[in-house]
């Protein structure tokens, strides 16, 4: 029997949506606001999606942020201008900046990252 790899693509849309509790429509929506790419089967005829758990891991992050009253376009400044945030000095004594700025700290760090930022 073949194992899955470690960060192998294999959750499809609806798996995935159900894994992060939203709609698989919610889901195709993150990924037309450029906060997700998912894998795409070659052999399909559009392409099925299919998910890892680094972008399981990776939105559940995105989600936070949205919590926090963070919106897409938003985060994707923020994801854009990494090296600008590390080199700018912050001042990250209220709560919630230092929860947004650890949560960014984490998707940079994330190999999705580089899948759609670099």
Known sequence: MKKIQENEPFYPT??????LSITADRLRTYEEEGLIKPFRQPSEKKGK????QDDIEWLENIRKLMKLGIS???IRIFLSYKNNLKTTKLNLSNPKDKEV????QELYASPVYAKLFQ
Not at 14 to 19: D, H, I, P, R, W
Not at 101 to 104: A, G, S, T
């Open 72 to 74: 897409a376009p938003a």
């Open 101 to 104: 700025y650890e949560l960014l």
């Open 14 to 19: 609806g798996m995935a949506a159900k894994l």
């Open 49 to 52: 999606r299919l998910f890892s």
